[in-house]
Structure formats: structure tokens, C-alpha cells
């Protein structure tokens, strides 16, 4: 089978070229896109991620900000913060890095954040307009993800996709996406008794669980979309016999790349074009600030 590799930062490349001409507009206008990122206590994953967003941000005309908070701060104390943050003109848009420590509600903090500054799309009220494809901050992984299979150019109407996990972030709004695409949709988790016979039927399947190596070249029907959503490190050996620190996906590249049409690298594949789909929604939230801020003046 021949197959193409699916380079994220392709995909990445045009969602932050037209962002950056989305947001200079807006600056011109005098909307400056300023993006908070909130980091409870130190994680070094999250310190890769803030490094990286900061990065991208700046390159398409973001302005970023990281706050951190100590580690042992209170969930009230980290309410009134991001209360603090949603009425502060100056910040229009905000992320809060995970993990959080375990003695916080996450679930609660993410729901705090305003609705029009939840950039990562990942407040219930957010969710709830993707259920009705009537969203504008959509989650971010799930946007990207569907935006690598529109990348390859497959018609998606008719399709039959495969969503292994089922996460409220990540695998059911893949699964609400396509479904507004008249895609059919068989969504896999946990309980699912043949998880090969799912998967094996999938002209695209998506993989978002976290366990490397969960899907092999058996479970996949020739010339599929795999798209690849997990991020594991695992330890291996290098040549010289040393144990060293990888990151890989949940799908088994080697066995996989042989029987599918087009397949994503971990890392590489997803993750980039999360980043870009992250940085066009703080846009979109700009736009959206200043529209409601238009109709207000009308009134
Ligand atoms: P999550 O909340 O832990 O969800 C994992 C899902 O996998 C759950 O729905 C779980 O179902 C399901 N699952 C567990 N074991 C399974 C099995 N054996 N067969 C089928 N389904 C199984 O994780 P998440 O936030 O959705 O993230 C999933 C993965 O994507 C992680 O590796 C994460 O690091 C990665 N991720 C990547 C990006 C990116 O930008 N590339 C962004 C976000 C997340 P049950 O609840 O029924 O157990």
C-alpha cells in the first residue's frame, strides 16, 4: 500500500497564514489579540507546551502572556483569578495548562472561564455549540484532527470513521464534527467488546486513548486515514543499548504505514496543527469580542 505521511506542520502552515492576516486586521482595527496562559505550580510537560504556544503566538501577531500560580493555591483564590481575567479588557483570550493540581476541580475552573475568551473551546458552553454545529471556539484537537482528514482531500460525505476514545475534549467532538459532515460515525471506548472489528471497517479512523501500540496493522483496512491523536513517552533503547525517553502515538507506526492510505507521525502529526487551531480560535474569539462590542454600541 502506499501511503502518505501526513506532516502536521503543512497543515499547520496554512491555518497560521490566514490567521495572522485575521489578526493583523484586527489590530489595525485596534482589537489586540493578548492571549493569558494560567500554570499552576510547575509541570515541565505544561513548560514545553506554554514555551511553544508563546512561540506560535507571537509569530502570527499574539501577544502571550503566562501567569503562574503556586502550587498550592486554593480553588476559590484561583476562581476569583480567572474571574479577574473575564473582565479584564486587555486579555481576549485565556488557557489554563494542564495538569492542575490534584486538590483543584478542573472541570470547575474551565467552566469559569467566559465562554468568548475559552480559546481552547473547552467550557461546557462551547461544547454545547458544537453539538449543534453553531460553534466559534470549537476544542482545539478535534478541529485539528478533522482538518488532517479534509488535508487529504477524501469526499467526507458518506464516509464510514472510526473514534477510539471518547473524551469530552477530544474523541465525542470528533465525532460531532463529522456527524455535521454526514459522515457515519461509530465512536469505540473502553467497553467496546472487538475493538478490530470496528476499526477494520474505517476509511478513517481516529485514535485519541493514550496506550501505545493499540492499534496494529491488522485492525486496519487498506488505504484508511489514521489519525493518530495520542501523545505517550515511552523508554527505549538507543544503538549504543542506553535507555532513552520517546514520545509515540497509540498507533503502532511501523505495522500501520504499511496497510494505511495516509497516516500521522507522533510527534509531528497532530499536535502541530492543534497549536495553529489554538492560535485562529483566539482570533476568532477577538472578532467575536468586537462584534458584541459593535452591537452593544448600536443599541
Ligand atoms: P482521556 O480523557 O484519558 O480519554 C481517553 C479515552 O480512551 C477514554 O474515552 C477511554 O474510555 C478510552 N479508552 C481507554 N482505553 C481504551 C481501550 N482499550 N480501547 C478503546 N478506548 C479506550 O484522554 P484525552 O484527553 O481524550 O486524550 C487522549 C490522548 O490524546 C492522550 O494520549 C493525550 O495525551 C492525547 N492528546 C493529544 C493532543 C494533541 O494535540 N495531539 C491533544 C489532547 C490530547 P473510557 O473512559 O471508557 O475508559
Not at 230 to 242: L, P
Request: charged residues 20%; glycine residues 8%; contains cysteine.
Amino acid at each position: 500500500m502506499t501511503n502518505n505521511i501526513i506532516r502536521g506542520r503543512d497543515v499547520a502552515r496554512t491555518i497560521r497564514e490566514e490567521t495572522t492576516k485575521r489578526a493583523a486586521a484586527l489590530r489595525e482595527q485596534g482589537w489586540v489579540p493578548h492571549l493569558a496562559s494560567l500554570e499552576i505550580g510547575h509541570n515541565p510537560s505544561a513548560e514545553v507546551y506554554v514555551r511553544n504556544q508563546k512561540r506560535v503566538a507571537e509569530k502570527v501577531g499574539i501577544q502571550f502572556v503566562n501567569r503562574r500560580y503556586p502550587q498550592e493555591i486554593t480553588q476559590a483564590e484561583m476562581l476569583a483569578a480567572i474571574g479577574a481575567l473575564n473582565v479584564d479588557p486587555r486579555i481576549t483570550g485565556i488557557i489554563l495548562q494542564r495538569p492542575v493540581p490534584h486538590h483543584l476541580d478542573l472541570f470547575q475552573l474551565q467552566g469559569a472561564i467566559a465562554p468568548s475568551k475559552d480559546v481552547e473551546g473547552m467550557s461546557p458552553s462551547n461544547i454545547g455549540k458544537v453539538v449543534y454545529d453553531q460553534f466559534v471556539l470549537g476544542p482545539c484537537t478535534s478541529l485539528a484532527s478533522v482538518e488532517i482528514l479534509r488535508a487529504t482531500g477524501q469526499p467526507l460525505r458518506g464516509m464510514n470513521a472510526v473514534v477510539v476514545g471518547h473524551s469530552e475534549i477530544v474523541g465525542k467532538p470528533i465525532a460531532l464534527h463529522l456527524l455535521a459532515e454526514l459522515v457515519t460515525v461509530t465512536i469505540c471506548h473502553h467497553g467496546t467488546r472487538d475493538l478490530a472489528a470496528h476499526t477494520r471497517n474505517a476509511d478513517a479512523l481516529f485514535v485519541a486513548v493514550g496506550k501505545p501500540g493499540l492499534i496494529t496493522g491488522d485492525m486496519v483496512k487498506p488505504g484508511a486515514v489514521v489519525i493518530d491523536i495520542g501523545i505517550n513517552q515511552i523508554e527505549t533503547q538507543d544503538e549504543a543499548g542506553n535507555i532513552v525517553k520517546k514520545l509515540v502515538g497509540d498507533v503502532d507506526f511501523d505495522s500501520v504505514s504499511k496497510v494505511a492510505g495516509w497516516i500521522t507521525p507522533v510527534p509531528g502529526g497532530v499536535g502541530p496543527v492543534t497549536l495553529a487551531v489554538l492560535m485562529k480560535n483566539t482570533v476568532a474569539a477577538v472578532a467575536m469580542q468586537k462584534k458584541a462590542y459593535e452591537a452593544a454600541m448600536r443599541q
